[in-house]
Protein backbone atom coordinates (compact mmCIF):
# COMPACT_ATOMS: atom_id res chain seq x y z
CA UNK A 1 0.00 0.00 0.00
CA UNK A 2 1.66 3.24 -0.90
CA UNK A 3 0.77 6.67 0.40
CA UNK A 4 -1.49 8.84 -1.88
CA UNK A 5 -1.63 12.18 -2.34
CA UNK A 6 -4.94 13.67 -2.81
CA UNK A 7 -5.99 17.34 -3.15
CA UNK A 8 -9.47 17.96 -2.41
CA UNK A 9 -11.60 21.22 -3.25
CA UNK A 10 -14.82 21.87 -2.08
CA UNK A 11 -17.27 24.24 -3.91
CA UNK A 12 -20.13 25.24 -2.21
CA UNK A 13 -23.72 24.01 -4.28
CA UNK A 14 -27.47 25.57 -4.10
CA UNK A 15 -29.17 24.95 -0.66
CA UNK A 16 -26.30 24.55 1.45
CA UNK A 17 -24.84 21.50 -0.31
CA UNK A 18 -21.35 20.80 -1.53
CA UNK A 19 -19.26 19.24 -4.23
CA UNK A 20 -16.33 17.48 -3.29
CA UNK A 21 -13.65 17.85 -6.45
CA UNK A 22 -10.60 15.22 -5.95
CA UNK A 23 -7.66 15.17 -7.81
CA UNK A 24 -4.94 12.24 -7.46
CA UNK A 25 -1.38 14.35 -7.69
CA UNK A 26 0.64 11.28 -6.31
CA UNK A 27 1.87 10.33 -10.01
CA UNK A 28 2.03 13.77 -11.18
CA UNK A 29 4.50 14.19 -8.22
CA UNK A 30 6.15 11.23 -8.80
CA UNK A 31 6.92 12.72 -12.71
CA UNK A 32 7.91 16.07 -11.33
CA UNK A 33 10.31 14.46 -8.81
CA UNK A 34 12.07 12.52 -11.41
CA UNK A 35 12.35 15.60 -13.59
CA UNK A 36 14.07 17.19 -11.08
CA UNK A 37 16.07 14.41 -10.09
CA UNK A 38 17.39 13.74 -13.56
CA UNK A 39 18.22 17.73 -14.42
CA UNK A 40 19.94 17.66 -11.36
CA UNK A 41 22.10 14.87 -12.15
CA UNK A 42 22.30 15.10 -15.92
CA UNK A 43 23.93 19.04 -14.48
CA UNK A 44 26.23 17.51 -11.98
CA UNK A 45 27.54 15.23 -15.04
CA UNK A 46 28.06 17.75 -17.40
CA UNK A 47 29.42 20.26 -15.06
CA UNK A 48 32.42 17.56 -13.48
CA UNK A 49 34.30 17.18 -16.79
CA UNK A 50 33.83 21.04 -18.04
CA UNK A 51 35.07 22.12 -14.81
CA UNK A 52 38.60 20.02 -15.23
CA UNK A 53 38.25 22.01 -19.26
CA UNK A 54 38.16 25.68 -17.93
CA UNK A 55 40.36 24.62 -15.01
CA UNK A 56 43.06 24.02 -17.82
CA UNK A 57 41.89 26.89 -19.89
CA UNK A 58 42.67 29.37 -16.95
CA UNK A 59 46.04 27.64 -16.55
CA UNK A 60 47.15 27.80 -20.33
CA UNK A 61 45.64 31.44 -20.56
CA UNK A 62 47.88 33.00 -17.01
CA UNK A 63 51.36 30.42 -17.66
CA UNK A 64 53.84 30.04 -20.64
CA UNK A 65 53.47 25.83 -20.39
CA UNK A 66 56.46 23.66 -21.89
CA UNK A 67 55.28 21.87 -24.82
CA UNK A 68 55.15 18.23 -23.04
CA UNK A 69 52.73 19.71 -20.34
CA UNK A 70 50.53 21.91 -22.50
CA UNK A 71 50.16 18.42 -25.02
CA UNK A 72 49.03 16.64 -21.85
CA UNK A 73 46.77 18.77 -20.70
CA UNK A 74 45.27 19.33 -24.25
CA UNK A 75 44.64 15.36 -24.17
CA UNK A 76 42.80 15.67 -20.71
CA UNK A 77 40.42 18.18 -22.03
CA UNK A 78 39.96 16.03 -25.30
CA UNK A 79 39.12 12.82 -22.84
CA UNK A 80 36.51 15.58 -20.64
CA UNK A 81 35.09 16.68 -23.83
CA UNK A 82 34.42 13.11 -24.94
CA UNK A 83 32.68 12.36 -21.50
CA UNK A 84 30.40 15.42 -22.08
CA UNK A 85 29.74 14.26 -26.04
CA UNK A 86 28.88 10.75 -24.74
CA UNK A 87 26.17 12.13 -21.95
CA UNK A 88 25.02 14.59 -24.07
CA UNK A 89 24.37 11.67 -26.85
CA UNK A 90 23.21 9.73 -24.48
CA UNK A 91 20.33 12.20 -23.45
CA UNK A 92 19.22 13.06 -26.89
CA UNK A 93 18.58 9.22 -27.18
CA UNK A 94 16.80 8.55 -24.28
CA UNK A 95 14.38 11.90 -24.86
CA UNK A 96 13.74 10.49 -28.32
CA UNK A 97 12.80 6.97 -27.20
CA UNK A 98 10.36 8.90 -24.62
CA UNK A 99 8.64 11.26 -27.39
CA UNK A 100 5.10 10.05 -28.75
CA UNK A 101 6.21 11.84 -31.28
CA UNK A 102 9.03 9.51 -32.54
CA UNK A 103 6.81 6.09 -32.48
CA UNK A 104 8.73 3.05 -34.03
CA UNK A 105 8.33 1.83 -36.88
CA UNK A 106 9.08 -2.07 -36.94
CA UNK A 107 10.88 -3.17 -39.79
CA UNK A 108 12.21 -6.70 -40.67
CA UNK A 109 15.87 -7.24 -38.61
CA UNK A 110 18.46 -9.00 -40.73
CA UNK A 111 19.65 -10.45 -36.82
CA UNK A 112 22.85 -12.30 -38.22
CA UNK A 113 23.92 -8.69 -39.26
CA UNK A 114 22.85 -7.13 -36.55
CA UNK A 115 24.36 -9.67 -34.16
CA UNK A 116 27.87 -9.24 -36.18
CA UNK A 117 27.76 -5.40 -35.48
CA UNK A 118 27.55 -5.85 -31.85
CA UNK A 119 30.28 -8.32 -31.37
CA UNK A 120 32.72 -6.46 -33.92
CA UNK A 121 31.81 -3.14 -31.35
CA UNK A 122 32.28 -5.21 -28.65
CA UNK A 123 35.50 -6.78 -29.84
CA UNK A 124 36.81 -2.71 -30.64
CA UNK A 125 35.86 -1.66 -27.36
CA UNK A 126 37.47 -4.96 -26.03
CA UNK A 127 40.63 -4.34 -27.50
CA UNK A 128 41.99 -7.81 -27.66
CA UNK A 129 41.45 -7.78 -23.56
CA UNK A 130 38.55 -10.44 -23.70
CA UNK A 131 37.56 -13.55 -25.15
CA UNK A 132 34.47 -12.31 -26.84
CA UNK A 133 32.38 -15.42 -28.63
CA UNK A 134 28.51 -15.05 -30.48
CA UNK A 135 26.39 -17.93 -31.23
CA UNK A 136 23.28 -17.10 -33.71
CA UNK A 137 20.71 -19.86 -33.42
CA UNK A 138 17.40 -18.05 -33.09
CA UNK A 139 13.72 -16.86 -35.29
CA UNK A 140 14.23 -13.28 -37.05
CA UNK A 141 12.26 -10.14 -35.46
CA UNK A 142 10.79 -6.86 -36.54
CA UNK A 143 12.11 -3.99 -35.04
CA UNK A 144 13.81 -0.89 -35.34
CA UNK A 145 17.17 -1.89 -36.49
CA UNK A 146 19.21 1.33 -34.73
CA UNK A 147 17.52 0.81 -30.95
CA UNK A 148 17.87 -2.57 -30.88
CA UNK A 149 21.40 -2.14 -32.03
CA UNK A 150 21.96 0.47 -29.50
CA UNK A 151 20.23 -1.45 -26.72
CA UNK A 152 22.23 -4.30 -27.40
CA UNK A 153 25.98 -2.62 -27.83
CA UNK A 154 24.95 -1.39 -24.29
CA UNK A 155 24.62 -4.51 -22.82
CA UNK A 156 27.65 -5.74 -24.59
CA UNK A 157 29.70 -2.92 -23.85
CA UNK A 158 28.92 -3.28 -20.07
CA UNK A 159 29.90 -6.84 -20.28
CA UNK A 160 33.16 -5.49 -21.87
CA UNK A 161 33.67 -2.28 -19.23
CA UNK A 162 32.55 -4.38 -15.90
CA UNK A 163 34.65 -7.61 -16.91
CA UNK A 164 38.56 -7.53 -16.04
CA UNK A 165 40.81 -8.50 -18.75
CA UNK A 166 41.29 -11.92 -19.48
CA UNK A 167 37.55 -12.67 -18.68
CA UNK A 168 35.26 -14.49 -21.10
CA UNK A 169 31.90 -12.53 -22.72
CA UNK A 170 29.25 -14.78 -24.86
CA UNK A 171 26.85 -13.12 -26.57
CA UNK A 172 24.27 -15.51 -27.82
CA UNK A 173 20.73 -15.33 -29.72
CA UNK A 174 17.88 -17.94 -29.63
CA UNK A 175 14.56 -18.91 -29.40
CA UNK A 176 12.63 -18.35 -26.14
CA UNK A 177 10.61 -20.14 -24.24
CA UNK A 178 7.72 -17.86 -25.04
CA UNK A 179 7.85 -18.53 -29.20
CA UNK A 180 9.82 -15.41 -29.63
CA UNK A 181 13.49 -14.28 -29.64
CA UNK A 182 15.84 -14.36 -26.50
CA UNK A 183 19.61 -12.46 -26.31
CA UNK A 184 22.08 -13.25 -23.90
CA UNK A 185 24.96 -11.60 -22.92
CA UNK A 186 26.86 -13.55 -20.17
CA UNK A 187 30.33 -12.07 -18.45
CA UNK A 188 32.52 -13.60 -15.85
CA UNK A 189 33.19 -9.95 -14.99
CA UNK A 190 32.70 -8.23 -11.49
CA UNK A 191 29.17 -9.26 -10.72
CA UNK A 192 26.78 -7.06 -8.96
CA UNK A 193 25.27 -7.51 -5.53
CA UNK A 194 21.58 -8.33 -5.08
CA UNK A 195 20.60 -5.46 -3.42
CA UNK A 196 21.24 -2.91 -6.53
CA UNK A 197 20.13 -5.41 -9.47
CA UNK A 198 16.21 -3.99 -9.41
CA UNK A 199 17.76 -0.44 -9.67
CA UNK A 200 20.11 -0.63 -12.07
CA UNK A 201 17.70 0.63 -15.26
CA UNK A 202 17.24 4.03 -13.57
CA UNK A 203 18.96 6.79 -15.18
CA UNK A 204 22.45 7.56 -13.45
CA UNK A 205 22.20 4.68 -11.08
CA UNK A 206 25.85 3.37 -10.73
CA UNK A 207 26.72 0.08 -8.05
CA UNK A 208 30.33 2.46 -8.12
CA UNK A 209 30.46 5.32 -9.48
CA UNK A 210 34.19 5.71 -10.18
CA UNK A 211 34.41 2.57 -12.09
CA UNK A 212 31.66 3.33 -14.35
CA UNK A 213 33.69 6.66 -15.15
CA UNK A 214 36.86 5.67 -15.73
CA UNK A 215 35.33 3.09 -18.73
CA UNK A 216 33.75 5.74 -20.05
CA UNK A 217 30.07 5.02 -18.55
CA UNK A 218 27.01 7.86 -18.91
CA UNK A 219 24.70 5.98 -16.48
CA UNK A 220 22.44 6.07 -18.71
CA UNK A 221 23.07 2.55 -21.02
CA UNK A 222 20.73 0.63 -19.07
CA UNK A 223 17.87 2.99 -18.75
CA UNK A 224 17.97 2.92 -23.13
CA UNK A 225 17.87 -0.89 -23.14
CA UNK A 226 14.93 -0.34 -20.74
CA UNK A 227 12.96 1.91 -23.12
CA UNK A 228 14.27 0.40 -26.35
CA UNK A 229 12.82 -3.16 -24.99
CA UNK A 230 9.64 -1.14 -23.59
CA UNK A 231 8.97 -0.10 -27.50
CA UNK A 232 8.80 -3.45 -28.49
CA UNK A 233 7.01 -5.25 -25.96
CA UNK A 234 10.08 -6.98 -24.85
CA UNK A 235 11.54 -7.79 -21.09
CA UNK A 236 15.37 -7.58 -19.97
CA UNK A 237 16.29 -9.75 -16.68
CA UNK A 238 19.55 -9.61 -15.08
CA UNK A 239 21.04 -12.67 -13.38
CA UNK A 240 24.18 -11.57 -11.21
CA UNK A 241 27.09 -12.75 -8.49
CA UNK A 242 29.02 -10.26 -7.16
CA UNK A 243 32.81 -11.70 -8.31
CA UNK A 244 31.70 -14.18 -10.70
CA UNK A 245 29.67 -12.59 -13.05
CA UNK A 246 26.45 -11.48 -15.00
CA UNK A 247 24.19 -12.47 -17.63
CA UNK A 248 21.55 -10.10 -19.02
CA UNK A 249 18.72 -11.91 -20.87
CA UNK A 250 16.26 -9.74 -23.25
CA UNK A 251 13.33 -11.33 -24.77
CA UNK A 252 11.57 -10.01 -27.51
CA UNK A 253 7.86 -11.09 -29.05
CA UNK A 254 7.87 -13.17 -31.99
CA UNK A 255 7.66 -11.23 -35.37
CA UNK A 256 8.30 -7.82 -32.33
P1 LIG B 1 27.13 2.90 -16.90
O1 LIG B 1 27.35 3.89 -17.97
O2 LIG B 1 27.50 3.41 -15.53
O3 LIG B 1 27.74 1.57 -17.21
P2 LIG B 1 24.54 1.58 -17.20
O4 LIG B 1 23.17 2.16 -17.10
O5 LIG B 1 24.92 0.91 -18.47
O6 LIG B 1 25.53 2.76 -16.82
O7 LIG B 1 24.70 0.53 -16.01
C1 LIG B 1 24.34 0.92 -14.68
C2 LIG B 1 25.24 0.23 -13.67
O8 LIG B 1 24.98 -1.18 -13.69
C3 LIG B 1 26.72 0.37 -13.95
O9 LIG B 1 27.24 1.59 -13.45
C4 LIG B 1 27.29 -0.84 -13.23
O10 LIG B 1 27.42 -0.56 -11.85
C5 LIG B 1 26.18 -1.89 -13.38
N1 LIG B 1 26.43 -2.84 -14.49
C6 LIG B 1 25.87 -2.82 -15.72
N2 LIG B 1 26.29 -3.88 -16.46
C7 LIG B 1 27.12 -4.59 -15.68
C8 LIG B 1 27.88 -5.81 -15.85
N3 LIG B 1 27.84 -6.50 -16.99
N4 LIG B 1 28.63 -6.26 -14.81
C9 LIG B 1 28.65 -5.56 -13.64
N5 LIG B 1 27.97 -4.41 -13.40
C10 LIG B 1 27.21 -3.94 -14.41
Known sequence: FRERKLIVHIIPFENRRQILVTHDVTETERTEMMRRDFIANASHELRTPLTVIVGFLEIAASEDLDYATRMAHLKL?????????????DMLTLSRLESVDHPMRPEPIDVRTLMERV???????????????LEVDGPDIRGSADELHSAFGNLASNAVRY???????????GASAKGG????????GIGIDPEHISRLTERFYRVDKSRSRETQGTGL???????????????LSIKSEAGKGSSFTVCLPAGG
Open 77 to 89: MTEQGHRMQHLIE
Open 119 to 133: LRDARALSAGKHQIT
Open 163 to 173: TPTGGNIRLSW
Open 181 to 188: AKFVVEDT
Open 221 to 235: GLAIVKHVLLRHGGS
